[in-house]
């Protein structure tokens, strides 16, 4: 083992800490703490199995294995990003609706304490 692949172990160890101890405190709800839980395992797969990698990008025809990582690595955060991009356009949809629902109601109650200031 050398010395990149211990500094890559202890990277994913520190970061899978950093994300058990965020969620032990409330943080991360569970649903986004399981997605992070997964990428530092995923982490610690990569740190573990550096050598291996450096023969997938051999047989890819990649020269420098570090690039076949980071490449990886930028796809899974677009991917990421498209997902929270739905996830804030969801709640968007959700807030449009509950702000106009609100305001309905609102109207509502306004009308109704003047049918009733009006009855006295």
Known sequence: MNQ???IAIVAALLFLAQVLYLTS???LHDQQAFMWILFALGALIVG???PWFNGL???????YMPT???MTAFFIILSLLIY???VISKQDEKMKS???ELAFLSKEVEDLRR???QGE
């Open 115 to 117: 049918d009733l200031s």
């Open 57 to 63: 990008a051999n047989v890819l025809g990649v020269s």
């Open 48 to 50: 573990i199995a550096l």
């Open 98 to 100: 509950l702000v106009q």
């Open 84 to 86: 929270y991009t739905i």
């Open 25 to 27: 405190k409330n943080r």
């Open 68 to 70: 076949l990582i980071f």
């Open 4 to 6: 990149v692949q211990m």
